[in-house]
């Protein structure tokens, strides 16, 4: 058996056994506004809830490994005390995935990851329409377990307005966790679909993906494609250039000429291999 002193590895080594091993996490997908109203939008699978009277959630936004820096959602949540928090389902997964990308100061994530921005009743952070459930909460208290990178910083929330989406409810009213069909965390680029098992999305903390916003909207507003195909199509760094796609419908003459529906079904089948550039490119075929 390997037997480790957390004191003798790196702390990047160190993260990587802890999220390995405490796995699937639940995600904690936080909505937050900064001091002048502007939305920002992440996810963190440092979450849990603990307890219910009152009802208490607590996740941690935790101070980056490889430099030290802090995210804006603790920014925000130090600055205004209000957050919502969302679940994550399987259809959402892969526009969460996108919104982890680290933009900018000021970014909206909504727009980036093609999200519905919903006003909250007691809050002023907005809630993700296309999340199941959504929790307004007040911040009770911010604790900082140490000024080091892979520092947690827990955000005690206190729930103050719960929505659940119906279609998540079975006849007596309560959530059926097949229909809710939550994703949680676990090490590396894994996932754990709760009524399925393990998926892989590649972690888009290294890229800048354009965004489902930067998306034509003949594509966006397809009647194929669904919110996870955008999320993945939102998360490249850049669109193949037009030599690249007129090669491919050179050597795929089957794919020119195709009506819109035809053409996001086929691009939707590569997506389902997870080859999104093979996707983009039959978008992009005049």
């Not at 009802?55 to 935790?62: E, L, R, V």
């Not at 998360?235 to 007129?246: F, H, I, R, S």
């Not at 819109?260 to 089948?269: I, V």
Request: one cysteine or more; charged letters at 25%; a negative charge.
């Amino acid at each position: 058996m390997l037997s480790i002193d957390p004191n003798k590895i790196s702390t990047s080594k160190l993260h990587g056994y802890l999220l390995g091993a405490v796995a699937p996490r639940p995600i904690a997908f936080a909505s937050t506004i900064d001091e002048d109203g502007n939305a920002n939008l992440s996810p963190f699978s440092f979450f849990n809830v603990f307890g219910s009277n009152p009802p208490i959630m607590i996740f941690s936004p935790a101070r980056r490994v490889r430099d030290n820096t802090i995210k804006h959602t603790l920014e925000n949540a130090l600055a205004t005390k209000e957050v919502v928090i969302n679940m994550v389902n399987y259809s959402i997964v892969q526009q969460m995935s996108l919104s982890s990308t680290e933009y900018p100061k000021g970014v909206n994530e909504f727009e980036k990851a093609g999200f519905t921005m919903l006003k909250s009743d007691q809050i002023k952070p907005f809630r993700v329409a296309e999340s199941p459930v959504q929790f307004e909460c007040k911040v009770n208290d911010v604790i900082f377990t140490g000024d080091k990178g892979g520092s947690g910083n827990l955000i005690v929330c206190e729930v103050v307005k719960i929505h659940i989406s119906e279609d998540v409810l079975d006849e007596n009213g309560a959530i059926d966790q097949y229909k809710i069909d939550l994703v949680a965390r676990a090490g590396g680029s894994y996932y754990s679909r709760a009524r399925d098992g393990f998926f892989e999305i590649p972690k888009p903390i290294s890229t800048l993906g354009i965004g489902v916003d930067a998306i034509p909207l003949e594509i966006r507003n397809s009647t194929v494609l669904t919110g996870n195909n955008l999320g993945m199509l939102g998360n490249v760094e850049e669109l193949p250039n037009k030599k690249n796609v007129d090669n491919f419908a050179k050597e795929h003459p089957h794919f020119m000429g195709l009506e819109t529906t035809k053409k996001h079904t086929f691009a939707q089948e590569f997506l389902e291999k997870n080859d999104v550039e093979s996707a983009w490119k039959v978008l992009l075929i005049k």
